[in-house]
């Protein structure tokens, strides 16, 4: 990170116990190299293993990694860099509309058979990404699952613990695979406008839908991560975690990033 992201991030980041006078032994690393650590990782796709010597060492970041994700801490962080962005573009911290989509993966051979599965539309044998953004663009709520779970029934679990979240959501678009009786149980179960946004049968060759592509700019920022180009990860909460990193990476930039001046 650079000293104007650090600058943004600090104030963000949960208090450990032993600052808080609750006891526990104090981390013997920085926050801002483990941080650094992790981002390298996600970013360039290497192995834990393989983490350079300007790092601390690899399994007490790991351990970081794997305490940030069991508590939660990763998304309750991503969660207020998302609210700090959307509170200087003027918006509300909680947003009110949202698009839905599944992105599947390969999955890399770590990965057992428990969590993975062949996506017949896709020809893919791996696992599936559930997410709901905002209409910045910004992640809400990610779901991992094995690539043969339908998308409708992923969403209605996806959809409560965004809404959950997000009590504001009142809006939500999605493509033609979320027809059907997820419209009427979002409506009258999570009282969730779903919108479908279909394409057209005589549209030919690459077309820009609205809202649509929000989403699929998200995605083509993960795979730009290259550890989420292919699923390595052997827990899906693993997975899910790379994910609110990679997003982490994106939104400590567009924070630090110096805002033109109006004229």
Not at 6 to 16: D, G, K
Not at 55 to 72: E, I, L, M, Q, T
């Amino acid at each position: 990170m650079t000293d104007a992201e650090w600058a943004e991030v600090q104030p963000l980041l949960p208090v450990p116990g032993w600052m808080r006078g609750r006891g526990g032994r104090p981390e013997g690393y920085c926050h801002r190299a483990v941080l650094d650590a992790i981002r390298y990782l996600v970013d360039n796709g290497i192995k834990w293993r393989a983490m350079p010597a300007d790092f601390p060492p690899w399994d007490r970041v790991y351990a970081f990694f794997r305490r940030w994700r069991d508590h939660a801490l990763v998304k309750e962080f991503h969660d207020r860099l998302r609210s700090g962005i959307r509170e200087r573009d003027g918006r509300d911290a909680q947003p009110s509309a949202g698009v839905i989509d599944s992105q599947s993966v390969k999955a890399d051979a770590v990965v057992g058979a428990d969590s993975r599965g062949f996506d017949g539309g896709k020809l893919i044998n791996g696992r599936k990404r559930h997410v709901v953004v905002d209409t910045l663009g910004l992640l809400l709520g990610v779901m991992v699952t094995s690539a043969n779970v339908g998308d409708r029934a992923a969403a209605q679990v996806l959809l409560h613990q965004v809404i959950d979240a997000q009590q504001q959501l009142e809006l939500v678009w999605a493509d033609g695979g979320y027809t059907g009786p997820l419209v009427e149980y979002c409506l009258a179960t999570l009282a969730l406008v779903l919108a479908i946004v279909k394409r057209s049968d005589v549209m030919r060759g690459f077309v820009v839908l609205p809202k649509r592509w929000i989403v699929e700019r998200l995605f083509a920022h993960l795979m730009r991560t290259r550890r989420l180009a292919r699923d390595y990860e052997r827990r899906t909460t693993s997975a899910e975690a790379m994910i609110y990193w990679s997003m982490t990476l994106l939104m400590t930039r567009r924070l630090a990033r110096p805002r033109p001046s109006r004229a």
